[in-house]
């Protein structure tokens, strides 16, 4: 069985399944991969005992559990109390062993979803990021990185959070940045994708030390244009939003070198932008949306 790498939905047997599951809710896998929000709770409940049964013949299979966990998370539609339980049971022993690091992150963070998942709640299993391209963040500087909310509130019960260089706050629900965060005056990199975020505090700005920001899979219908003077910013992530323009502002920004705005409800990328003095990253989607 082929890995790419340690997230759910990345390996041979995972990547079959979700296509099959894709499938019968009548999607295409590419698609999906450029926005899984083409997903919608509405089809995966109108399938959902019809995929239920796909999972209850490869019973004998970890990876169908993984694949119906991932998306029940991610659309929010009511989980069946024996499933959570099958579904707990075949990862707790996973990310226990601890055999492959950044497995054991994926899972963990899944397993704790997958524990306190209400209907109607998205939450969303982690992506992890390799922070300015090092491989080894997760495996040699594990001590520098908060992971999920539990380990970031127990963090901040202690001066230790101020300590840590990474905050990754994916998919949690999160409808506000945890003010906590505006304090942590050394941190580099902030990851805060798949919650339901629409704008940004003014108190972001004290984060002077800010490389690496993902916003992606939020609520945002605007630019959030306080970025734009955060003064070491390098790499901006907003794909898979609700923008749909574009401010002039954005040429002010100081450093930044990668703006990645894929998926958004723009049709075109302004003239202006033609000129910007950082990478632009960005795929118009097929028709806007709501």
């Given at each position: 069985?082929?890995?790419?790498?340690?997230?759910?939905?990345?390996?041979?047997?995972?990547?079959?399944?979700?296509?099959?599951?894709?499938?019968?809710?009548?999607?295409?896998?590419?698609?999906?991969?450029?926005?899984?929000?083409?997903?919608?709770?509405?089809?995966?409940?109108?399938?959902?005992?019809?995929?239920?049964?796909?999972?209850?013949?490869?019973?004998?299979?970890?990876?169908?559990?993984?694949?119906?966990?991932?998306?029940?998370?991610?659309?929010?539609?009511?989980?069946?109390?024996?499933?959570?339980?099958?579904?707990?049971?075949?990862?707790?022993?996973?990310?226990?062993?601890?055999?492959?690091?950044?497995?054991?992150?994926?899972?963990?963070?899944?397993?704790?979803?997958?524990?306190?998942?209400?209907?109607?709640?998205?939450?969303?299993?982690?992506?992890?990021?390799?922070?300015?391209?090092?491989?080894?963040?997760?495996?040699?500087?594990?001590?520098?990185?908060?992971?999920?909310?539990?380990?970031?509130?127990?963090?901040?019960?202690?001066?230790?959070?101020?300590?840590?260089?990474?905050?990754?706050?994916?998919?949690?629900?999160?409808?506000?940045?945890?003010?906590?965060?505006?304090?942590?005056?050394?941190?580099?990199?902030?990851?805060?994708?798949?919650?339901?975020?629409?704008?940004?505090?003014?108190?972001?700005?004290?984060?002077?030390?800010?490389?690496?920001?993902?916003?992606?899979?939020?609520?945002?219908?605007?630019?959030?244009?306080?970025?734009?003077?955060?003064?070491?910013?390098?790499?901006?992530?907003l794909d898979n939003n609700f923008i749909s323009t574009i401010p002039v502002s954005i040429t002010k920004f100081n450093v930044l070198k990668n703006l990645f705005i894929r998926m958004n409800n723009f049709n075109k990328l302004p003239e202006f932008l033609t000129a910007a003095p950082f990478n632009i990253e960005y795929k118009i989607i097929r028709s806007l949306r709501d």
């Amino acid at each position: 069985m082929a890995r790419s790498s340690g997230q759910i939905l990345d390996d041979d047997e995972e990547i079959d399944f979700t296509s099959q599951v894709l499938d019968a809710c009548g999607l295409d896998f590419g698609d999906f991969f450029f926005d899984e929000r083409i997903l919608t709770r509405e089809n995966l409940e109108k399938n959902f005992n019809f995929i239920l049964k796909m999972v209850q013949n490869r019973s004998f299979r970890q990876a169908p559990y993984f694949v119906i966990g991932y998306f029940i998370l991610a659309t929010g539609i009511k989980m069946p109390e024996g499933l959570r339980r099958n579904i707990l049971k075949r990862t707790e022993p996973y990310y226990k062993e601890k055999v492959d690091i950044e497995r054991a992150i994926y899972l963990k963070d899944f397993h704790d979803k997958i524990s306190v998942y209400n209907s109607g709640s998205k939450l969303h299993p982690i992506h992890l990021t390799y922070f300015n391209g090092d491989q080894d963040l997760y495996s040699k500087h594990r001590d520098k990185i908060a992971i999920g909310i539990n380990e970031f509130q127990k963090l901040c019960k202690s001066e230790e959070i101020y300590r840590r260089e990474h905050i990754i706050l994916q998919g949690w629900g999160l409808k506000a940045i945890p003010e906590q965060i505006f304090e942590i005056e050394g941190l580099r990199s902030l990851s805060l994708g798949y919650n339901e975020l629409m704008k940004i505090s003014d108190n972001i700005l004290n984060l002077r030390s800010l490389k690496t920001l993902s916003l992606d899979y939020n609520h945002f219908k605007n630019f959030p244009e306080v970025l734009i003077n955060l003064p070491s910013l390098e790499f901006l992530s907003l794909d898979n939003n609700f923008i749909s323009t574009i401010p002039v502002s954005i040429t002010k920004f100081n450093v930044l070198k990668n703006l990645f705005i894929r998926m958004n409800n723009f049709n075109k990328l302004p003239e202006f932008l033609t000129a910007a003095p950082f990478n632009i990253e960005y795929k118009i989607i097929r028709s806007l949306r709501d």
